[in-house]
């Protein structure tokens, strides 16, 4: 069965360190995976988007990587801060989908003082 | 205010009754799509629109119904509404493949 992982236990960091999520997938085929932050009462923000066939891709302090051999990406957010504190997601946009995304159920970051 | 708002914000009904949550978007986009979200399960996703008069269900569509007439609108019923569908509905929309989802701030249905 297709399924897409993310880590349900809570992350907590220090403040200024850097924060690695993980997301994995299995029997899926991603065109596109992209990366969202949820905060409490609120919808999903889009943050980042990567294709199957890049490696890497930045944007300001975040970082996405995505590995199609491992069938995994992370997302890195350095020098963190108490105000990245979220609930981050991962979505995959398969192959012959269509723009319809399959979201993981997220990993609640917490950054601490 | 140009994006995408989403109403009613809460919604209480009861079982049986017939319920709609709206959706309007002010940028045109092609894509629209209706998601819920469940504590355990993520977000699951119930009906989306590539266009105007072109609809297609997705993993969680019973019991729901979805029209769309104008591009830039997307409501939802809920034909009969069940103590099951209590859940966080959102709506996004998107301008095309390879483009991040917008989503509103979401509709908070209880079925009692």
């Known amino acids: 069965s297709q399924k897409i992982e993310q880590n349900s236990e809570a992350l907590n960091i220090q403040e200024g360190k850097t924060a690695t999520l993980t997301c994995n997938y299995t029997n899926y085929s991603p065109a596109y995976l992209q990366w969202y932050r949820q905060d409490p009462g609120r919808g999903p923000v889009f943050l980042l988007l990567?294709?199957?066939?890049?490696k890497e891709k930045r944007k300001e302090r975040l970082k996405v990587t995505f590995d199609t051999t491992l069938k995994q990406s992370l997302f890195h957010i350095t020098a963190s801060q108490p105000a990245d504190s979220a609930t981050y997601l991962c979505a995959l946009d398969i192959t012959g989908g269509g723009n319809k995304l399959t979201f993981g159920t997220g990993t609640q970051l917490k950054v601490e003082l | 205010d140009a994006g995408i708002t989403q109403s009613p914000r809460y919604k209480i009904t009861e079982t049986g009754r017939q319920v709609t949550l709206m959706c309007h978007q002010t940028w045109s986009h092609s894509y629209m799509f209706w998601y819920r979200q469940d504590l355990g399960h993520g977000l699951r996703l119930i009906y989306y629109?590539?266009?105007?008069?072109?609809?297609d269900k997705g993993e969680v569509s019973d019991g729901y119904v979805v029209s769309r007439s104008k591009t830039e609108n997307f409501p939802l019923t809920l034909e009969s509404a069940t103590r099951s569908q209590t859940s966080v509905y959102f709506c996004?929309?998107?301008?095309?493949?390879?483009?991040?989802?917008?989503f509103g701030s979401g509709t908070r249905l209880t079925v009692v």
């Open positions: 990567i294709r199957e066939n890049e």
């Open positions: 629109s590539a266009a105007a008069d072109i609809t």
């Open positions: 996004a929309s998107s301008e095309d493949r390879g483009y991040g989802y917008t």
